[in-house]
């Protein structure tokens, strides 16, 4: 496994995997659809996928002495990096954000708080559910599965911004960066933590089973 | 020992099918995989491997069943698939700096060595390689880990005949020690004819002959000669009879060719045999 | 030793081998209980199948002109000059058979067959 995440980043890897990460900074605009930094994410796995099947990526790693199944956990593994590497990298800045933005200042969309962390999680949940089984059962159409998961993912920032905006209550619980609101929000960040390991785990295991399938 | 077993591999795709695929290889030869394109050579290939999903069958590498052992069993192959270009915007050391850490067994003098044999430049990426470059490159990352067997897909096509002669002498010189074995397949049968020890041969998914070059060559004839003696000849015997305006020409079993007295009879090369073979239906 | 193989012969590549083993074992250009290189090493060489090879081995050594020791290798068997004549004589009269059947179809008599040896042996 660990020579198989050496591959990823010495042969796999796609500049926006790094560039993107840098798009954390868009967490000090002071109004704005915060969601935006961390979809971009989901395009630079797209793009390690699609580089992946132009430069036979798949083949050249199944010819290596490795269990078919490792080949999707590995990539599932870069993908959890990448992920949790834009989520803690734009911690510091949320941190930041809420030191020079007045609380409660972005019509736009939530604040990045807690309960936006979690929330994020939750959309990287949908994303690997959707995404990982759909690119395995073909190991070759990854256009379809950034179709169908893109998708999702917006409607999911839709419906959750949706819901901040318009309902009162969860506007007071979720929409704000007051300090005493934080501890309260844990429990999003809890669930949407939880729901990202388990979508992860099932996903990957599901493209586990549908690749071993999949002739190449 | 065996150590490539084939055993009744079946594949079904909508348009072609391989139909109870079974060879086996002993260690110390070298196998020629012959048929034309789309016989189903790559995709036996792809099979013994698992890139291919087999219906029904059975692969032992070594005598260890594949299905379950897969990576013990790909430890002990060198594999390398003519015109696969990995990476193309890579350098050739990049690609072998992650090939390397999968093999224990790997041989890093090896592996420099037959960079100088096959003229190579590991700082170069592989979209600046010809196609020829290519090959030889994926053959040098399949021979740097001192694999048993060798599994080449069409390891000479794209190359020139100078090259195709040097690495005929390389393979001669991998199973001299009576160790390793190669099974590599092809359509350039001439280089077979110099070099294996057995011939494997695949018409639409079925394999037609597999044992040793020397019998399978001596197995048939060239029969040529006029039309008039094609007219009383018994048809039966003559295999993918090919006739044009000054007299036909066909294969035949050696022990059929007394029947054609006064006909032109020849050795048939591999080449030949496939041509007429594959016109039988 | 010497092999030299041709490819527009219509004698099987083992069989040359074979033969041009055997003769110079009889000429007595290869000493008894020289050691014959191994068969991989010839097949490498001569750029032909090592199954080829073995077969021209096997064939030597069931005529009697080679022995092998296992582990060791294969060498030519120890023959004396009246055993060697014989051996000549054999890989002659089996080649002679072959020609004699040609000339036969050709329709040459006797005779006339030996006018031409005696016209062409000194002069080939």
Redesign the interface.
Known sequence: MK?LL??EF??AKHPTMFLFLAFALMLLIPSYPYYVAFIYTCLAVFFVFLTGRE???V??T???????GDIVRARCVLVVLMELAQVLISVPFAILSVRINPNGCNPAGIEANVAFFGLVLGMYALFNLLFFPIFYRTAYNAGRALLISGLAVMLYIVVAEGLVLAVPLINAYLDTTAASAQLRQLPVLAAGGGLYVLATWAACRKSVRLF????? | MELLSVNGLCKHYDSFALRNVSFSLEEGYIMGFIGRNGAGKTTTL?SI?????PDAGEIRILGQPFAGN??????N?G?A?GG???????RLR??A???R???PKWDDQAYLDYLKRFELDDAKRVEQLSAGMKVKFSLALALSHDARLLLLDEPTSGLDPISRDDLVELFQSLIETGERSILFSTHITSDLEKCADYITYIRDGQILASQEKDSLLEEYRLVKGPLALLAQADKTCLIGTKEHSFGFSALAKTADTARFPGAEISHATLEELMIYLDKEE | MQIVLSNTSDQPIYQQIYEQLCAQIVKGELRADFCLPPIRTVAKELRISVITVKKAWEELERQGFIYTITGKGCFVAPLHLHERAGKRDDLVAERLQKDLAYYRGLGLSRQEMLELVEKYYDHP
């Open positions: 020579n050496y591959k010495k042969l430069t036979k990526d083949v050249f199944a010819l290596l002495p490795v269990a078919k071993e399938k999949v002739d190449l | 792809k491997l698992n890139l291919v999903h897969e990576t013990a069993c790909k430890q192959l594999v698939f696969a270009d990995y990476y193309p915007k890579r990049d690609i700096a992650v090939t850490r999968f093999y």
